[in-house]
Structure formats: structure tokens, C-alpha cells
């Protein structure tokens, strides 16, 4: 199974930026989606999940109300809508996919200067 993301970049800080994540190959059942980030000299942090059916969505405290994550089951991909940008959110974005052993994708830079 590969994870395949797309969608980071430059942003001005209250900008918006759409991530993608797209799940492949031998694939029975996936379960939890989400994504995490690393900034430089921090540790990983888990920023959003989503169960398989969609219905329960948790995020950490510093982007609720601004990060929205969502999934198409049918195309294998989770989403990560991301609004109101901050400076502190510039990191590497790594989605992941229960499948059901935890996968992660290559990761993703999102630069959002200020």
C-alpha cells in the first residue's frame, strides 16, 4: 500500500491550503485516516483523524476550528482543509491510513509565512 500526498505550498498566514492523500494497491479495508506534521526541531504531532465511516473527526487544540478533515472512501482519499494559516503551522505534512497496520505517505511542506 502506498499514500501519495499532494496540495502543500507558500501561503500567506490567513491563507488557505487543501491536502490530499490517496491510498494504493493491495488495499481490503481501511480504517482511520489522519494527518500529522513535523516542524523543524519538534516532534510529530498528530494534527486530525477520521474513522472509517466518517462520522468521528478529532484534532488537536491548535487547529480546531480552522482544519477540517474529511474522506472519500470511494477514491481511497482523505482531505486535510486547512483555513486561516498561521506562521506556526509551516511544516511537513504526513498523512496516514490504517490498513489496517498504520502507512505513511512521503509528506508534504507547507511554508505559511507571515
Known amino acids: 500500500v502506498q499514500l501519495v500526498e499532494s496540495g502543500g505550498g507558500l501561503v500567506q498566514a490567513g491563507g488557505s491550503l487543501r491536502l490530499s492523500c490517496t491510498a494504493s494497491?493491495?488495499?481490503?479495508?481501511?480504517?482511520?485516516m489522519g494527518w500529522s506534521r513535523q516542524a523543524p526541531g519538534k516532534q510529530r504531532e498528530l494534527v486530525a483523524s477520521?474513522?472509517?465511516?466518517?462520522?468521528?473527526?478529532t484534532y488537536v487544540d491548535s487547529v480546531k476550528g480552522r482544519f477540517t478533515i474529511s474522506r472519500d472512501n470511494a477514491k481511497n482519499t482523505v482531505y486535510l482543509q486547512m483555513n486561516s494559516l498561521k506562521p506556526e503551522d509551516t511544516a511537513v505534512y504526513y498523512c496516514y491510513a490504517d490498513v489496517p497496520l498504520r502507512t505513511w505517505g512521503q509528506g508534504t511542506q507547507v511554508t505559511v509565512s507571515s
Open positions: 477520521i474513522t472509517s465511516s466518517g462520522t468521528t473527526t
Open positions: 494497491g493491495m488495499i481490503f479495508r481501511i480504517n482511520t
